[in-house]
């Protein structure tokens, strides 16, 4: 009988360690599953972190933010609610920002006369006649070039003349003739697109080149600052080299696209 109750106890046994095992694993693969959980839900949304909701919830007190009662932490969108409110967001930014950009363009900054509506329309017609003259000779990065060699002599005695700065007739007429240089920016448009292969390349290199023409306005406001006053000696220094560089650029452009699209 003893013996009976021994060999029972003995089954028993390892069944029991099998069973209090697969609990544990059991217990185990719950908590790392709540883990994994938490944290999808704090990468989807950070503020699902008690510690990260308390830190934004006490900022937002102390600095006063306005929307600081709108602030719901457990609030959640579907992927659609999401894709749809980036996409108003991007859209609207986009087209914001553009227009700004738009507004202040370098032609209005320059309208300083008091009849700045025929001067608008002469600036016009010289980018009309640019980009023609580039058409009908079939030539466009060396009619480019023609902009920065106008320009190169004139900012370097803007920036390296003694007299620069000082005798206020000469001065003035250098600044007018390098902001008179001639409007190459539309033969680059032009160039963009008879270089596209197809309508969807050409969309997107024109967004591209007008980016980039954009950016270049940005840099433009900031190249002359008020440390650099009165003489701006940093700033035409700066115009200088960004002009000489244009040119290499544009015959880079040139060779490298020789023999497959038009140049």
Not at 43 to 63: C, G, H, M, W
Request: charge should be neutral.
């Amino acid at each position: 009988m003893s013996n009976s109750i021994t060999a029972t106890v003995l089954e028993e046994e390892p069944k029991k360690a099998v069973a209090s095992g697969i609990e544990v694993q059991s217990v185990l693969s719950s908590r790392e599953e709540k883990i994994n959980q938490n944290a999808h839900a704090q990468l989807k949304n950070p503020f699902a972190d008690p510690a990260v909701e308390t830190y934004y919830r006490n900022l937002y007190a102390s600095v006063g933010y306005e929307c600081d009662k709108a602030f719901d932490p457990a609030m959640e969108l579907t992927e659609e609610e999401e894709r749809r409110i980036v996409l108003k967001l991007v859209a609207l930014s986009a087209c914001l920002m553009f227009a700004s950009l738009q507004i202040d363009r370098g032609n209005i900054q320059q309208a300083v006369t008091d009849n700045m509506l025929g001067d608008l329309q002469q600036l016009q017609h010289r980018q009309h006649h640019f980009p023609s003259f580039s058409e009908r000779i079939n030539e466009r990065a060396l009619v480019m070039c023609i902009a920065p060699l106008f320009a190169v002599p004139l900012i370097g005695l803007i920036r390296w003349w003694p007299g620069a700065g000082h005798k206020i007739w000469p001065t003035y007429v250098l600044n007018t003739l390098f902001l008179g240089q001639p409007y190459v920016l539309a033969i680059g448009a032009s160039w963009c697109s008879r270089n596209s292969g197809s309508v969807r390349q050409r969309s997107i290199s024109a967004a591209v080149y007008n980016m980039i023409g954009q950016i270049d306005n940005i840099i433009g406001i900031n190249i002359y600052r008020t440390d650099d006053l009165p003489l701006y000696h940093r700033g035409n220094m700066q115009l200088f080299f960004m002009t000489i560089a244009t040119i290499p650029v544009l015959l880079l452009a040139k060779v490298l696209l020789r023999g497959k699209k038009p140049l």
